[in-house]
């Protein structure tokens, strides 16, 4: 019968309980679990990167994260330039198994992700996750506030990884603490035509200000007259601080009157991408040993490598979790001879 149903109507017709429309869905539950992510969200930093890729997915070119911490509370803001969402279904969206990605699942290095789980996920994870702007066509603003004591981060949240190139020109983080830094920074390695800026409310509203005021006359000039402007241009609109601070606080930034006659005056500079921040000081050429070559010439392909060692670092969390102990680094993978060598390096957390 199912094959009859699949065979009249289409497969995908099997995988949802309720169309909800433009284009977003309800999975049932099989096809939810059909699309398990690889991990939880365990941490803080988790989180970073389940609204970085509901961003890409959603067509995202920039993406805007601040990040501060106020006593215990770590507040993040995610504003995005990609095809927001429809005001009708701003509240759905944080249901269990609800999803844009009904035929387009995307499996990457952090697992699967078009379940319809992410959203759903942080809201139990989190004191606060909201939709504070939207609209189909115009991007979209969240704001989340996450209790550190209930869902652990990394102690050490301002260091910067170190970027290294491999043999064959690829970019990756190869030092540093695994906080939210070292998160954006992977994501945006491997995203280099997707522009993530990372910084302070009031460095990030200086940027979307800045950003705002390259594109806002081309968008007039490439659309409707009367369509609106996307919310990640709107700073730029603001010639009055006071409005200014009102601007922000419709994306979920909140800053001072002081503070927006800084961004205003130029005080506050704006901020250059994650990817060109990693990599404008970077040498072009290394000529690091290739641990994966043995003396007969035999070689583990890249991407199996480092599936392998992403394995092998999902299987020390749960170690990492009961003995209170994190990585310093990746998983280092050698191969000699017959020999294949995991190196890990750990600090107690407390």
Same mark, same amino acid.
């Given at each position: 019968m199912l094959d009859f149903v699949a065979?009249?109507?289409?497969? $995908?017709?099997? *995988?949802?309980? !309720?169309?909800?429309? #433009?284009?977003?869905?309800?999975?049932?539950?099989?096809?939810? !679990? /059909?699309? *398990? #992510? /690889?991990?939880?969200?365990?941490?803080?930093?988790?989180? =970073? =990167? !389940? &609204?970085?890729r509901n961003s890409r997915d959603a067509g995202a070119r920039h993406i +805007?994260?601040?990040?501060?911490?106020?006593?215990?509370?770590?507040?993040?803001?995610? =504003?995005?330039?990609g095809e927001g969402v429809p005001d009708r279904l701003a509240n759905?969206?944080?249901e269990a198994r609800v999803t844009s990605k009904l035929t387009s699942i995307l499996e990457d290095e952090w697992g699967v992700h078009g379940r319809g789980m992410a959203l759903y996920s942080i809201t139990q994870n989190t004191s606060k996750l909201a939709l504070c702007a939207s609209?189909?066509? %115009?991007?979209?603003? +969240?704001?989340?506030?996450?209790?550190?004591?209930?869902?652990?981060?990394?102690? $050490? *949240?301002?260091t910067w990884p170190k970027i !290294? /190139?491999?043999?064959?020109?690829?970019?990756?983080?190869?030092?540093?603490?695994?906080?939210?830094?070292?998160?954006?920074?992977?994501f945006a390695? &491997?995203?280099?035509?997707?522009?993530?800026?990372?910084?302070?409310?009031?460095e990030i509203l200086a940027t979307l200000k800045a950003h705002g005021e390259e594109r806002i006359n081309v968008h007039r000039n490439d659309s409707d007259t009367q369509a609106e402007i996307p919310h990640c241009l709107r700073p730029a609109e603001v010639d009055d601080p006071a409005l200014l601070v009102d601007c922000a606080r419709n994306l979920g930034l909140e800053l001072s009157t002081r503070s927006a006659y800084r961004i205003d005056s130029g005080e506050i500079a704006a901020l250059s991408d994650v990817y060109t921040s990693l990599t404008k000081n970077l040498p072009k050429e290394t000529h690091d040993v290739d641990l994966t070559q043995d003396m007969?010439? %035999?070689?583990?392909?890249? *991407?199996?490598?480092?599936?392998?060692?992403?394995?092998?670092?999902?299987?020390?969390?749960? %170690? #990492?979790?009961?003995?209170?102990?994190?990585?310093?680094?990746d998983p280092k993978v050698s191969i000699k001879k017959n020999t294949i060598t995991i190196k890990l390096n750990f600090e107690k957390e407390y």
């Open positions: 065979g009249v109507t289409g497969s $995908d017709v099997l *995988q949802v309980e !309720e169309d909800l429309g #433009a284009g977003f869905v309800r999975l049932n539950t099989a096809e939810a !679990e /059909r699309r *398990q #992510a /690889r991990h939880d969200i365990r941490h803080v930093e988790d989180i =970073i =990167i !389940e &609204m970085l +805007f994260v601040s990040s501060t911490k106020v006593d215990k509370l770590r507040l993040l803001n995610i =504003i995005d330039d759905r969206i944080f609209g189909t066509g %115009l991007g979209a603003a +969240f704001s989340l506030e996450v209790d550190t004591d209930e869902l652990k981060e990394r102690a $050490d *949240q301002s !290294e /190139r491999d043999d064959e020109g690829g970019l990756h983080c190869v030092s540093g603490p695994k906080n939210l830094l070292r998160h954006i920074s992977e390695l &491997m995203h280099p035509k997707l522009k993530v800026y990372v910084g302070s409310p009031n007969r010439g %035999l070689k583990i392909e890249k *991407q199996d490598l480092n599936s392998f060692a992403g394995e092998v670092e999902r299987a020390f969390d749960a %170690l #990492a979790e009961k003995y209170y102990i994190s990585c310093n680094d």
